[in-house]
């Protein structure tokens, strides 16, 4: 005895022998689009508040992603879009960035205080959680 297909599998299946939500494309591309982003936002955060709570506490780590400047991230947007468009910039853009990570290795003492007024500062210009960015 075959199973009656459910409710919910017929529109599935509805949706995808349309090709998608819509039958225009271009607003499946919008809505794609848009979904990609958000996610893509949201890992972001969570990466981000991830790899600074291995030196701070989790409510600080959160304080310090929600602190950054306009400034801070036009300059990560703008990184990450040379870095990934052209093997050029991302040798350029990646050996920036191990130049920079190796300067402060040398210099430990001086830029782990330096980066602890950064963060300290940055959290506190956090929008109050109540507030959106």
């Given at each position: 005895m075959a199973r009656k297909p459910a409710k919910a599998e017929e529109k599935l299946s509805e949706v995808v022998d349309q090709g998608g939500l819509s039958p225009n494309p271009m607003t499946n591309l919008l809505i794609t689009d848009v979904?990609?982003?958000?996610?893509?936002?949201?890992?972001?955060?969570?990466?981000?508040?991830?790899?600074?709570?291995?030196?701070?506490?989790?409510?600080?780590?959160?304080?310090?992603?929600?602190?950054?400047?306009?400034?801070?991230?036009?300059?990560?947007?703008?990184?990450?879009?040379?870095?990934?468009?052209?093997?050029?910039?991302?040798?350029?853009?990646?050996?920036?960035?191990?130049a920079k990570a190796l300067y402060e290795r040398r210099r430990k003492v001086d830029s782990a205080q330096k980066g602890e007024e950064q963060a300290a500062e940055q959290a506190a210009n956090a929008p109050e959680s109540g507030e959106t960015s």
């Open positions: 979904l990609l982003r958000g996610g893509g936002r949201l890992l972001k955060n969570v990466v981000e508040r991830t790899v600074l709570g291995a030196s701070f506490t989790p409510g600080k780590a959160k304080k310090i992603v929600k602190g950054r400047s306009m400034a801070q991230t036009l300059v990560g947007t703008a990184l990450a879009r040379i870095a990934t468009k052209s093997v050029p910039g991302a040798i350029v853009v990646g050996g920036g960035m191990l």
